[in-house]
């Protein structure tokens, strides 16, 4: 069983202290979800097959003190972004559906997660990629830690991340890849780019506001 996952953020402290900053993280993430339900509806239907379609998978929890969102570092051996953080997702298939339906298969296959479509929160903005792809990014916002299960070949690690920390890393995209998007962020020697930039980059601003 193949199970690397990587934990950051988590300190040890008194279980009051730890109570009350759970319970404020949770008052943050509450309100990070009514904005996203507010701006950012969850929305599915029929979807026009191309092999350039897909949909990825934002999930984000409350756990010791502090916001985390859940990252992928992609297998080296795949010809399509080996080694590169990632958000768990793919391809539309004929059979999803729709794309919600994507993003919830690929989660599962990737990373064991199992997620009701009734716990999704969020469809944020389509973003490109160099390559053409059209990704439909998913938000789940949940209360708990999730149970991660066996990752695919796939995957190289999953990574449990602090949203801020992350967030607060922010530096524009200075490479020769500045196309694929205009800032970068890093965890780590690992750094995020490409379309997962942009989708971090959407939710910094719902922060935001």
Same mark, same amino acid.
């Given at each position: ?30 309100? !990070? ?5 507010? $701006?950012? +509806?969850?929305?599915?239907? +029929? ?13 984000? $929890? ?25 958000? +768990?997702?793919?391809? $539309? ?39 053409? $792809?059209?990704?439909? +990014? ?35 995209? !200075? ?35």
């Amino acid at each position: 069983m193949k199970l690397s996952i990587k934990r950051f953020g988590h300190r040890g402290s008194s279980c009051l202290y730890q109570r009350m900053n759970c319970e404020l993280f949770a008052v943050d993430l509450i309100s !990070l979800k009514t904005k996203m339900e507010k $701006y950012h +509806p969850v929305v599915r239907g +029929p979807v026009e097959w191309s092999s350039r379609t897909a949909s990825v998978m934002v999930v984000l $929890y409350v756990a010791n003190e502090n916001i985390f969102v859940l990252m992928t570092l992609r297998s080296k051996h795949l010809k399509i972004h080996p080694g590169e953080m990632s958000f +768990p997702g793919g391809r $539309y298939e004929d059979e999803d559906g729709d794309l919600l339906s994507t993003a919830l298969r690929e989660t599962k296959e990737e990373i064991g997660l199992e997620l009701d479509d009734v716990l999704i929160n969020a469809t944020l903005p389509v973003v490109t990629t160099l390559t053409g $792809y059209e990704v439909t +990014p998913y938000v789940a916002i949940l209360q708990t830690l999730p149970r991660i299960g066996e990752l695919s070949d796939e995957v190289e690690s999953i990574f449990e991340i602090p949203l801020l920390e992350l967030l607060s890393t922010k530096q524009r995209n !200075l490479s020769g890849k500045a196309r694929e998007s205009k800032y970068v962020y890093w965890y780590g020697a690992n750094c995020v780019w490409g379309a997962s930039a942009k989708i971090l980059r959407e939710i910094e601003c719902l922060c935001s506001l």
